[in-house]
């Protein structure tokens, strides 16, 4: 799995759903403005239902409820974490992460553009406050994970 860079500062949604299932920021960015999603709505990194829906359109299944981070050891096998979550006049807004248990050991995929490595290990750094397991479904996920 590798990681797919946001070209819009409010894609992280759309970026890490496409790190998921195999695609470009412009294919997985197509299939959400066809399903109503896009960047620059702000329910879409204050909301969960919005990627949770982009998922499910490229074969992926989400986790009905978001589970508090409890340590980094304790995450499934493959998860979108909400990273920077703060609040803006009393509503969340977070930054969206994949967490990936791969072959080489754990990691996350930061989608943020300025980011000199995408690929993170310095678990230290990040600090998640809750998570949403993501599965595979039968329709089309990719088979390296």
Known sequence: MKPVIQ???????????AALVGVTY????AVANSLGIFA?????????HHVRTLLRQFGLDASPDESLFQSWESLPTLALLSTRWHLEQGRPFWHWAVFWRGPRGPVVL??????????????????PKWFI?????????PTNW
């Open 7 to 17: 070209e819009e500062i409010t894609g992280c949604g759309i970026a890490n759903v």
């Open 26 to 29: 412009k294919q997985a960015k």
């Open 40 to 48: 620059e709505d702000r329910r879409l990194w204050s909301e969960t």
């Open 110 to 127: 930061d989608s943020k553009k300025a980011l000199a490595s995408h690929v993170r290990t310095d678990f230290w750094r990040i600090r």
């Open 133 to 141: 397991e993501v599965h595979r479904t039968q329709k089309s996920a």
